[in-house]
């Protein structure tokens, strides 16, 4: 048993107790079953997700929950710069919101999201003025590698799907620094899907190669090299070359929709994290509980927004994700 | 050679105190970290966990009692040292490495399993004394070294 794993005894006995607040599946079952809404929420207001009901508090409130998580996560864990894999994707986010609002002359950003590494508004003022000294490397690498894209081509998707696989880079480059199995193969996953949505969507739209190579991170699971191979030759041959890769499973999801596909790949992580819940040491658990939140936030918005169309409730079964606990 | 003799069976004794109390003193060190994580969550627990982090603690008292009564046995503490051959000094010495190496390693891993038991307790208090059992499984190989060690010393003449 090595110190690294014992120095998260204390955190992981944290988790387990924050872990009853997490929404079981009879809540979530309760929410689905609302009859309005309104109903919905009240069902929230019981778990102490929102205080008050109405549209503006529960999107609140789902700001308030990531943040509570990722809070959390912060004040227990002994060394929290292991952790800032989780966040970076929002940093990346920032960056491209930043830099959009750059380009467009607008000086407030409002997309900002957190949790995140270098507080949002950071990020805003070196990038309007031009002074990106005091960033880390990470940011500062990623905004002067955008900046001379978007200067030299005034082309915002590429800007986009350049910081998004820079996004997923930085990710795995963090995560290996934890020395957690789990954490990589929990990263590589997310690479990865993340590589195959973008492979079909580049597929259907006819995307060429310089395309697909800034677009697609680097994954040790799917060769970047094949997929761009088999998305140029369309979306049959695409399928066919996924079919006989290590997710090859997901291909009749693949078949079904973007929505079936995308419920599919957040399943996906809940599965691999579920191997956490049996964990004393170590920081999987951590981790575990950050990607079990994130999933719950993610089904209680589907279920409001389900709820607000009026679906019915076997509609909104098949949209909500997995749970952890 | 001889005179090395009572030098070994004091060594065994001190090995038998040292080991297995290094052993509880993680052991039961590891617990507390989970338990203090359950209590800064939730203080109602604290007689659950402490039942928990008392376990891994008995290693550390066998090891004592293996070294007082070995050293007992050959008079150091009766203040008439018994001159022993390097022969019986090697004796005494074996006689103590039952609990002081089982001592050490049963009080880890019996830590362990109580800091898995710790997450039970935080999750579902109500199946304490299941974590409770599973972690006092471990000590039955404790007490099983610590039975030889005292049986040895009492046989050694």
């Known amino acids: ?325 | 050679m001889d005179q090395y003799g009572v030098a070994l069976a004091i060594s065994g004794a001190i090995l038998a105190a040292l080991l297995a109390g290094i052993g509880s003193a993680r052991g039961v060190g590891m617990v507390g970290e989970a338990a203090a994580g359950v209590l800064a969550e939730d203080p109602s627990k604290f007689s659950k966990v402490l039942i928990l982090q008392l376990l891994p603690g008995t290693q550390g008292l066998y090891g004592l009692l293996t070294a007082v009564l070995l050293l007992s046995q050959i008079g150091v503490l009766g203040g008439e040292v018994i001159p022993l051959t390097f022969s019986q000094g090697i004796q005494y010495f074996m006689a103590a490495m039952p609990i002081a190496l089982v001592g050490l390693f049963s009080a880890i891993y019996q830590g362990r399993t109580a800091v898995a038991g710790v997450g039970i307790v935080a999750k579902k208090p109500d199946q304490n004394g299941k974590a409770i059992t599973l972690a006092a499984m471990v000590e039955t190989y404790a007490i099983l070294a610590l039975l030889v060690s005292v049986l040895t010393i009492f046989s050694l003449k």
């Open chain 1, 1 to 325: 048993m090595s110190m690294k794993e014992t120095a998260y005894i204390n955190a992981v006995a944290r988790i387990r107790f924050n872990e009853l607040s997490l929404l079981s599946s009879a809540d979530l079952e309760q929410l689905i079953t609302a009859k309005d809404t309104k109903a919905a929420l009240a069902v929230l207001r019981d778990k102490g997700w929102i205080d008050h009901e109405g549209r503006q508090d529960i999107d609140d409130s789902f700001k308030q929950q990531a943040e509570a998580a990722w809070e959390l996560l912060m004040e227990i864990a002994p060394d929290t710069d292991e952790l800032r894999f989780l966040v970076v994707g929002n940093d990346f986010h920032n960056i491209k919101a930043a830099l959009k609002s750059f380009v467009a002359q607008e000086p407030e950003v409002r997309s900002f999201i957190t949790p995140s590494i270098i507080p949002p508004q950071e990020i805003r003022d070196a990038i309007f003025n031009k002074d990106r000294k005091d960033l880390p490397d990470f940011a500062r690498n990623a905004i002067e590698k955008t900046y001379n894209v978007l200067v030299r081509t005034r082309d915002g998707q590429l800007a986009d799907i350049m910081l998004d696989a820079m996004a997923l880079d930085c990710m795995a480059e963090f995560a290996a620094r934890t020395r957690s199995s789990f954490v990589t193969d929990l990263v590589e996953l997310i690479s990865a899907t993340a590589n195959l949505k973008i492979a079909l969507r580049a597929a259907r739209t006819g995307k060429g190669e310089q395309f697909l190579t800034d677009a697609l991170c680097n994954t040790k699971t799917i060769s970047r090299n094949e997929l761009i191979a088999a998305t140029l030759k369309g979306e049959e041959e695409l399928k066919a070359f996924i079919s006989n890769s290590t997710y090859g499973g997901e291909v009749e999801q693949l078949q079904k929709s973007a929505a079936a596909f995308e419920k599919w790949c957040d399943d996906l992580i809940i599965s691999h994290i579920s191997s956490a819940k049996y964990k004393s040491f170590g920081i999987d658990p951590l981790v575990a509980y950050f990607f079990a939140k994130q999933a719950e936030i993610k089904s209680v918005r589907i279920i409001i927004s389900c709820k607000q169309i009026k679906l019915p409730a076997e509609a909104i079964r098949e949209r909500v994700r997995e749970i952890y606990v």
